[in-house]
């Protein structure tokens, strides 16, 4: 009789402690910028201090569990979602993810009501595919919104070439890094995507300056 063997999946990059994921964001960014030198890429580098210890979640990381982990592990976070936005264009959560599907699945976990409760603000689905760049600039300065969420790409062009979305209210970054494609890759192992994330969306200088004063923190999912 053939025996079953459990597949054991490896633990995920963003389940490690803080001082190691500083150490892989930095040398994922090193990827990103390989013509930079080190005195160069110090400039634009991502602070331990600013990158979320998640350490306590021993669960899985995945879509399923995303809004337990916020509640337990980002109370902040949790407690700013429920409130309503004053302004438009402005969240309190980017949540960075590696294609359109993906985007359109955590745009429905992060409207549940544990998050939002009765007043919370919107839920930004962000991506190319079927909707041009004019379109979302004008939702977004028409939209008084809690979380973006979004593919690089987008989100960065947004960030880099439109003033309609503030960083002005943001105070995380959630880097879905958990989901595999079919080639077992995650969103900083896919080459363009990777740059994306570290020159428009992280590289963005509000965005850059937040982090570095402690103002946006990083979170691995």
């Not at 960014?29 to 998640?54: N, R, Y």
């Not at 990381?61 to 264009?89: C, M, Y």
């Not at 603000?121 to 919104?145: N, Q, T």
Request: glycine share 6%; proline share 5%.
């Amino acid at each position: 009789l053939a025996e079953t063997v459990e597949v054991i999946k490896p633990l995920s990059v963003a389940a490690q402690p803080a001082h190691k994921l500083a150490d892989y964001v930095s040398s994922m960014q090193a990827k990103a910028f390989p013509a930079m030198s080190g005195i160069e890429l110090g400039d634009v580098l991502i602070p331990e201090s600013s990158i979320a210890d998640t350490t306590k979640w021993t669960g899985s990381r995945s879509l399923d569990n995303l809004v337990e982990f916020i509640i337990d592990v980002l109370p902040t976070l949790h407690a700013r979602l429920s409130q309503r936005s004053k302004l438009a264009g402005a969240p309190t959560l980017l949540f960075i993810a590696g294609a359109a599907l993906r985007v359109a699945d955590a745009t429905r976990v992060l409207k549940d009501k544990r998050l939002r409760r009765e007043k919370g603000a919107d839920v930004a689905k962000l991506f190319a595919r079927h909707f041009k760049l004019e379109e979302h600039v004008s939702y977004l300065k028409r939209s008084k919104i809690g979380s973006a969420v979004g593919t690089p790409g987008r989100i960065g062009k947004l960030l880099c070439e439109t003033d309609a979305l503030s960083v002005s209210q943001l105070t995380h970054i959630i880097l879905d890094l958990s989901h595999r494609d079919p080639k077992n890759r995650s969103l900083l192992d896919v080459p363009e995507t990777r740059v994306e994330v570290f020159r428009t969306v992280l590289g963005a200088p509000n965005v850059l300056k937040g982090i570095q004063e402690g103002k946006i923190q990083l979170v691995l999912f």
